[in-house]
């Protein structure tokens, strides 16, 4: 699907230490998961159905999503602490405790949106 190749070429950002691309290949995958309904996870288990298919289906996409949060998530923070870095010799300081306190907020909402999944 375009939402896993998205997620390894995330992966592959995130190897070469290129977090904000790596963030934005995964948010793309975000928005590319087909929908989904839990409900019929729930139903099909429930009754015990032939919907086995539908069900691994959707069981799928939600690991996929959850993956994809889960990295966000360590890309954001990967990005919180470069920005909490101490500036090179005759670098320019980029310690904006704004920014950081910003990630922060990001990192959690993605790892709360992951575990109600």
Do not use: W
Not at 25 to 42: F, H, Q, S, V
Not at 93 to 113: D, F, G, W
């Amino acid at each position: 699907s375009s939402s896993m190749k998205r997620k390894e070429d995330g992966n592959r950002l995130f190897a070469k230490k290129i977090y904000s691309a790596a963030v934005a290949c995964y948010r793309a995958g975000l928005d590319d998961l087909p929908p989904y309904d839990k409900t019929r996870i729930e139903y099909g288990a429930n009754n015990n159905n032939n919907n086995n298919n539908a069900t691994d289906a959707i069981h799928e996409i939600i690991n996929l999503e959850v993956g994809l949060r889960s990295n966000i998530a360590l890309a954001l923070l990967k990005l919180a602490e470069e920005k909490q870095q101490p500036p090179l010799p005759g670098g320019v300081a980029t310690n904006n405790p704004n920014e950081v306190r910003k990630l922060y907020v990001e990192i959690e909402q993605e790892c709360n949106i992951g575990l109600q999944l």
